[in-house]
């Protein structure tokens, strides 16, 4: 390692060094010499490439080695400055985020890998909206993420579940039965249609003073399960 170390020393564009450094570093299990390797070899190389290749190896190393979510945010940070739309870097700060309970800047990057997966984006939608409405409150910023997400995928389960449970809390009971109707007409699982059914004939009956059409859907119930109690 001491002899690499002096070629790179002094030759700080030396490849084959620097390649024979990470391998003895990582034969030897020493992943804080690693990382100060990367470091170190992040400033001699002169493509930004070559850097995004190696600060997304020591995020990599940060996050799943050496537990370090700090230093694995920095890395990938240092990422998105050379490439905005690096896929790797922004599921990682997603990740990480999430997992350190960032949630403006777990939706926001979100947000931002959605933009870019254009059609393939519906799951990023969906859970920028359940971060949204769970946990930072912000009721009409989660409607309009999920509602991104449905325009992709009108079939979409989860999204018109928490599109239903959103109206619920927001005591939005016409919007909460009309989710509940397209949930229903979107799900193949008979007791989910079930239930889902009878809660909207509840909404209608309770809430919306609808006694004729609440007993519309309770026939529907009826036609899947003839001996449900309504």
Same mark, same amino acid.
């Given at each position: 390692?001491?002899?690499? &170390? ?18 003895l ?9 690693l990382? +100060? ?8 190389? %002169? ?9 997304v ?10 537990r370090?979510? &700090? ?6 940070v240092?990422?998105l ?12 700060? %997603?990740?990480?985020?999430?997992k350190?309970?960032s ?11 959605? +933009? ?21 409150? +912000? %009721? ?6 999920l ?23 927001? &005591? ?12 229903e ?6 007791? +989910? ?38």
């Open positions: 390692i001491a002899y690499y &170390e002096k070629v790179a020393d002094l030759e700080p564009t030396a490849a084959d060094a620097y390649r024979a450094l990470e391998r570093h990582r034969k030897q299990g020493n992943v804080d010499a990382a +100060e390797f990367y470091e170190r070899h992040i400033g001699a190389v %002169s493509t930004p490439a070559e850097r995004i290749d190696l600060y190896a020591l995020g990599r190393l940060h996050e799943h080695e050496r370090d979510d &700090e230093g694995a945010v920095d890395a990938y240092n990422v400055d050379l490439d905005g739309k690096h896929r790797e870097s922004l599921l990682a700060l %997603s990740r990480l985020y999430k350190n309970a949630w403006d800047r777990a939706v926001a990057t979100l947000v931002r890998l959605a +933009e870019i997966e254009g059609d393939q984006a519906v799951p990023l939608w969906f859970e920028a909206g359940e971060i949204l409405a769970k946990h930072l409150g +912000e %009721s009409t910023s989660a409607e309009e993420r509602m991104k997400a449905l325009e992709l995928d009108p079939h979409h389960l989860p999204s018109l579940k928490a599109l239903i449970e959103l109206y619920k809390e927001r &005591e939005d009971w016409g919007k909460a039965q009309k989710i509940m109707l397209e949930a007409h979107h799900t193949q699982n008979r007791l +989910e249609k079930i239930q889902l059914l009878c809660e909207a004939a509840r909404v209608r009956h309770d809430h919306l003073d609808q006694p004729e059409a609440a007993a519309d859907v309770y026939a529907q119930v009826l036609s899947l399960d003839p001996e449900h109690v309504v």
